[in-house]
C-alpha cells in the first residue's frame, strides 16, 4: 500500500459497506433467500495487509457470484482515528451503529411470504 493511501485510510472518516444485492427473477416467487451478515472485528477490513478470517470469507461468497437466493452485507470493524476515538475502541464503543446499520439492512430486504 502507497505511503498516500495508508495517510488517507488513517484519517477515513466514512463507513465502507459492501453489499451484494440479490433480486428475485422477474415473474418468478422470491423462495428462500439466504442472508448473510459479515462484520469484521476490530481494525480488520478488505485491505490487503488488514484482512481477518470475515474478509476472506466475503471474498470466497464474491467468488461464487452473485446468487437470486443469497445477500450478503460486509461492514468493516472499528477502524482507528486518531488518539482521541482510541479509547472507544478499546471500550467497543462503536459496534452499537454498526449492528444498527446491520440490521437496518437486514429489514430492509424484508418481503412477504
Not at 472518516?13 to 442472508?35: F, L
Not at 482515528?81 to 454498526?98: K, N
Request: hydrophobic share 40%.
Amino acid at each position: 500500500m502507497r505511503a498516500l493511501d495508508r495517510l488517507r485510510s488513517f484519517f477515513r472518516q466514512d463507513v465502507e459497506v459492501v453489499v451484494e444485492p440479490a433480486p428475485p427473477q422477474a415473474g418468478r416467487v422470491r423462495g428462500r433467500v439466504d442472508h448473510v451478515v459479515i462484520l469484521d472485528g476490530t481494525l480488520s477490513s478488505l485491505d490487503p495487509d488488514q484482512i481477518g478470517n470475515c474478509g476472506i470469507l466475503f471474498r470466497l461468497l464474491q467468488e461464487l457470484g452473485h446468487k437470486a437466493n443469497r445477500r450478503v452485507y460486509y461492514e468493516p470493524g472499528m477502524q482507528w482515528e486518531g488518539w482521541l476515538r482510541g479509547l472507544a475502541i478499546v471500550q467497543g464503543r462503536g459496534i452499537a451503529p454498526q449492528i444498527q446499520r446491520a440490521y437496518g439492512w437486514l429489514a430492509s430486504g424484508y418481503r412477504e411470504g
